[in-house]
């Protein structure tokens, strides 16, 4: 008999400790990639930024010997930052979204 009356209060437990332990942080990030994703998308329709295609095309070829890891992508300045290894070192390389001109370079 007292086997039922502790299923209703183990069940809640377990799914408190679920709500608890979900990747809600991820949650945010996955918004702000969303935002900057469609943000240059929107951009480069209305011929303001180039691909980001294109950029890769004009910048991955100046990085010899580097693995290309991806990109993001910041609407607020319309920079693309392109993430490099290279001996176990990683190089960002800041490209601006309007001219494909590689604006900066960090790491060795």
Known sequence: M???MLVKPVLIACLASLALT?????RPLDA????????????????????AREIE???IPRMPGAQYLGFDYDPGTDIYTLKFLRNGSVIWVEVDGHTGQILR???S
Do not use: C, F, Y
């Not at 979900?22 to 991820?26: F, L, N, Y």
């Not at 702000?32 to 469609?38: I, M, N, P, T």
């Open 2 to 4: 007292p086997m039922p």
């Open 22 to 26: 979900s990747p809600i942080v991820a």
């Open 32 to 51: 702000a990639q969303d935002d900057g994703q469609r943000a240059a998308r929107e951009r480069r329709l209305r011929g303001q930024n180039l691909p």
């Open 57 to 59: 095309r004009r910048v």
């Open 105 to 107: 370079r960090m790491g």
